[in-house]
């Protein structure tokens, strides 16, 4: 399917994604990924027209581009995205209803974005968001209310300084597989029994670390070694 870009826009595009792809007779393309993450890539901040076209995007990364500011209004058009990766950037902080041009979103990274706090209604419309990535930011706490509308299958929260963590957070989250608490300062996991499915348990360089098991009243969580789950899941626990 070609798409006709006015000149302003396939500007704006052209400076930070590159020449628009084109077919042998000089048709662009339907877009369904963008890689903004290219050498001395400074978006810093987009024009709300940058993404107005693709409606058929699916993923976008836009990973450490020095992107400071983003607005609800840059995802205006995106309608079938299902993926946006904004890790790396310096964001500190995101506004509620942010995302709520991008409905269909099912993987959001938000790694090292130097976060210390994120508003209750930050994920909001975000009904279909299976993997939520917040590592490596500055966060203490998380607001009860903040996955109220989300039923999520995986979360991480490695690195960041995270003591106690209310079980109200995480009251509906059913559908949890697997929780990453590596690398915190954590001293707790009740909020775990809120999570009747959750099958990896990511505890490495925590107080937990070297326990074998650890039990709740309805699940037991046993340590195994890397290999059984090829090294990306190291010392963590199964649900037994």
């Known amino acids: 399917m070609s798409t ?3 000149k ?21 393309y339907e877009i369904h990924h963008i890689d903004g993450n290219r050498s001395n890539n400074n978006i810093e901040k987009l024009p709300i027209s940058t993404f107005n076209k693709l409606h058929s995007l699916q993923e976008l990364d836009l990973h450490n581009t020095r992107l400071s500011d983003i607005k609800p209004s840059m995802f205006t058009g995106l309608d079938n995205l299902k993926s946006l990766n904004l890790s ?19 993987i959001l990274q938000l790694g090292d974005i130097n976060a ?11 009904e279909y ?40 957070v995480f009251k509906n989250q059913t559908e949890m597989e697997e929780f990453d608490l590596s690398d915190s ?4 996991l009740d909020m ?3 999570m009747p499915y959750l099958r990896y348990l990511l505890l490495k360089n925590t107080k937990y670390e070297n326990e074998k098991i650890i039990k709740f009243k309805n699940q037991t969580f046993r340590r195994i070694n890397e290999d059984y ?7 963590h626990w199964l649900f037994g």
């Open 129 to 168: 968001l299976k993997v939520l990535d917040l590592e490596h930011n500055k966060l203490t706490d998380l607001p009860v209310g903040l996955f109220a509308n989300l039923k999520l299958q995986y979360l991480s929260l490695k690195g960041n300084k995270v003591k106690q963590l209310s079980s109200d």
């Open 88 to 106: 790396t950037n310096k964001l500190t902080k995101i506004m509620p209803g942010v995302f709520k041009e991008i409905a269909k979103l099912e």
């Open 185 to 188: 300062n954590i001293e707790n």
């Open 4 to 6: 006709i870009y006015s």
């Open 229 to 235: 789950c090829f090294g990306w899941c190291r010392r």
């Open 8 to 28: 302003n826009y396939r500007k704006i595009w052209e400076q930070h994604f590159g020449p628009i792809p084109r077919d042998q007779d000089g048709r662009s």
């Open 192 to 194: 775990v029994k809120e």
């Open 116 to 126: 210390s706090k994120l508003d209750n209604n930050v994920f909001l419309g975000l």
